[in-house]
C-alpha cells in the first residue's frame, strides 16, 4: 500500500499491518494464539509467537484493508463473543495506527484449546 503526496510517498507492507493485527488479537480474551492458515492439515498448530503472522492474511484493495486471521481459542469460551472482540479490536488498532479504513476482518477459529492442552 503506497500514498502519494506532495514531499513524496508513503508505503506501509502488508507484514507492517499483519504485525499491528497480530499484536492486537493477541491481547484480546479468549485467545490462545495464532494458528497455521493451511485448511488441508487436518490437526491445526499454534505458531510460536515469533512467526504469529504465518496465522494472517492481509490485502489492501483500492486503499481499503482486508484482513484474515487464523486463531486458537480456549476451550469454555463463548466463541462468537470472542471472535467480535477480536474483530473490534483489530479493526480499532489497524485504522488508529495505519489511517486507512478496514474493510473486513475476518475471523477464522481453527482450533479450541483446553487448559493443559499444548497440541
Do not use: W
Not at 506532495?6 to 492486537?24: D, K, M, T, V
Not at 492458515?37 to 503472522?53: G, I, M, Q
Not at 492481509?58 to 466463541?79: C, E, S
Request: aromatic share 6%.
Amino acid at each position: 500500500m503506497s500514498e502519494q503526496k506532495n514531499l513524496g510517498r508513503i508505503e506501509i507492507s502488508p507484514n507492517a499491518i499483519a504485525s499491528i493485527a497480530g499484536q492486537a488479537v493477541l491481547e484480546c480474551y479468549g485467545v490462545v494464539g495464532m494458528a497455521k492458515k493451511n485448511f488441508a492439515d487436518r490437526f491445526s498448530e499454534l505458531v510460536p509467537r515469533a512467526h504469529y503472522r504465518r496465522g494472517i492474511d492481509v490485502a489492501v484493495i483500492d486503499h481499503l484493508i482486508y484482513i484474515d486471521l487464523y486463531v486458537v481459542i480456549q476451550y469454555g469460551t463463548r466463541i462468537s463473543e470472542v471472535a467480535h472482540g477480536i474483530m473490534k479490536r483489530v479493526k480499532y488498532s489497524v485504522e488508529k495506527t495505519v489511517g486507512l479504513p478496514v474493510a473486513q476482518v475476518n475471523v477464522h477459529v481453527q482450533k479450541l484449546q483446553m487448559d493443559g492442552d499444548g497440541r
